[in-house]
């Protein structure tokens, strides 16, 4: 973001519980998972924990903070032990452009909504009314990219599932609750794990933060690194429901949302819990994941990096998945080349083929002055300044803080793509990852601005996807 990067990043430090516990993350072989697991608990007694995460033999272990490092020398001296990482913090940016505001003016001008913590998940209601979105004219990205001539093809299949992976959704707000993902192998409220997948009564996706399945959007304090409904206004981006007579519309009115939350109203995550949300999304039908988060670099202390975000983007590639991702908003405001950058935007910059990396313009066809770019390793350009959507507590807004902050941000251009990704997807059910993603690139808008700039040289064309 320009003003206010909601943007998230892998904050380059171990995770520390206060000052008691570190955790870290251990990928082991398979045959010796059980014995490491054994032999951590015999370490010191009932001082640490191990969970094995389900994914590529990764365990995350939490430890007392004064034995870290004893810790984890002697695991790397155990038998199958393969990598060691800290489970790396992940956190809302920094918000450049506020720091220099008062905090009581950013109050006076962004009161919090006044609703309940997690609220109950509303029933299916997938007619909600009918009629023209009466808040569309405010969305100039929608318009500036064609959907509405798309739209003449395909609104979307509710077959399609985006996993808006993020800080929550407002699940209750009225453009965004009829096109919730519903698992229909999971009965509500039964306290039972119907469909045997390891978490109950997930019948809109999970919340990896506290644990339950309410991934509601809290709204947190942004003086304190909180959340001010970031997933909220990236899931209408993607799919706000269209045509019923309300609010906005998604590129992708038609398809379903599911929502995982691994960000908190504190604006606080970790990589382990990243992991989990994207394995859900992939082992829970999510053809195609919104990831508007990332980091500058990777940490230089660590030889590995965070080898285990880049295995879990590889399994999602493997089941054939488009994993779309923000860019990066630059450093205190101005975007760089993330080619040429010793700290590149992450995990956008990932070498995975089924990364589709996003950049952000606004309406006069300029990159954001915030936004990365990368002539090899940025895809392609969409919507990212000043965009209007949903917000937490049933509203919409291009405004983070009335008259402050504009809702900018590589962020916001990312779910655009998602969406578009979502449309072809419904026009093309058999089409391969790699099908959709070159559609997407091979329809995009030349423009001189991004020519030597994007791999595409252009910016997201919903209309000549769709009629091509």
């Known amino acids: 973001m320009k003003l206010l990067t909601i943007l998230l990043s892998i904050f380059l430090c171990q995770v520390s519980w206060g000052s008691s516990f570190t955790e870290f993350l251990v990928k082991v072989t398979p045959e010796f998972k059980t014995s490491i697991i054994n032999q951590v608990h015999s370490l010191n007694g009932e001082d640490q924990s191990v969970e094995d995460l389900g994914f590529n033999d990764w365990l995350l272990i939490k430890v007392p903070a004064d034995q870290a490092s004893n810790y984890m020398s002697q695991m790397r001296t155990l038998s199958g032990v393969k990598e060691i990482q800290p489970n790396y913090r992940i956190k809302l940016y920094d918000l450049p452009g506020l720091k220099n505001i008062d905090s009581t003016t950013i ?29 569309f004219k405010r969305q100039w990205g929608m318009n500036d990219i064609g959907v509405q001539d798309a739209w003449n093809d395909t609104r979307g299949n509710e077959d399609i599932i985006v996993a808006v992976i993020d800080t929550g959704v407002d699940y209750t707000h009225e453009d965004i609750a009829p096109n919730l993902w519903r698992n229909t192998q999971e009965i509500a409220n039964n306290g039972i794990d119907d469909d045997n997948n390891g978490f109950i009564d997930d019948v809109i996706g999970w ?28 899931a209408g981006n993607v799919a706000a429901r269209g045509e019923n007579g309300k609010g906005i519309s998604g590129v992708a009115p038609n398809v379903k949302i599911m929502v995982l939350r691994f960000i908190s109203d504190q604006g606080q995550g970790t990589t382990a819990d990243a992991i989990k949300a994207i394995k859900y999304a992939v082992d829970n ?9 990332g980091s500058e670099g990777e940490d230089p202390s660590e030889k590995e990096g965070n080898q285990a975000l880049r295995d879990i983007i590889t399994y999602s590639e493997q089941m054939g998945r488009l994993f779309i991702a923000a860019a990066g908003n630059g450093h205190q405001g101005a975007g760089y080349d993330n080619d040429k950058d010793s700290n590149p935007g992450f995990p956008a910059s990932y070498k995975h083929d089924s990364i589709i990396s996003v950049a952000a313009i606004d309406i006069n066809d300029q990159l954001g002055s915030f936004s990365n770019w990368g002539r090899t390793s940025v895809d392609i350009a969409a919507p990212g300044v000043k965009v209007f959507s949903t917000t937490v507590g049933g509203k919409y807004s291009d405004q983070v803080v009335p008259f402050l902050a504009n809702w900018d941000g590589t962020s916001m ?5 998602a969406g578009a990704a979502a449309l072809y997807w419904s026009k093309h059910p058999n089409a391969s990852w790699q099908e959709v993603k070159s559609a997407i690139l091979s329809s995009a808008a030349k423009l001189s601005s991004l020519s030597k700039k994007l791999v595409s040289g252009g910016k997201l064309d919903v209309k000549a996807l769709i009629n091509q």
Do not use: M, R, Y
């Not at 001008?109 to 609703?115: C, G, L, W, Y």
């Not at 609220?119 to 009466?134: L, M, V």
């Open 413 to 417: 251009a990312t779910p655009h793509v």
């Open 285 to 293: 039908g999510a053809q195609i994941s919104s990831n508007s988060w």
């Open 207 to 234: 919340d990896f933060v506290d644990n339950d399945n309410k991934p509601f959007d809290l709204p947190g304090d942004i003086f304190k690194g909180g959340n001010p409904g970031h997933g909220t206004h990236c």
């Open 107 to 135: 109050s006076k001008n962004n009161s919090k909504p006044k609703i309940a913590d997690n609220p109950n998940i509303p029933a299916e209601n997938p007619k909600s009314g009918s009629g023209t979105d009466p808040l």
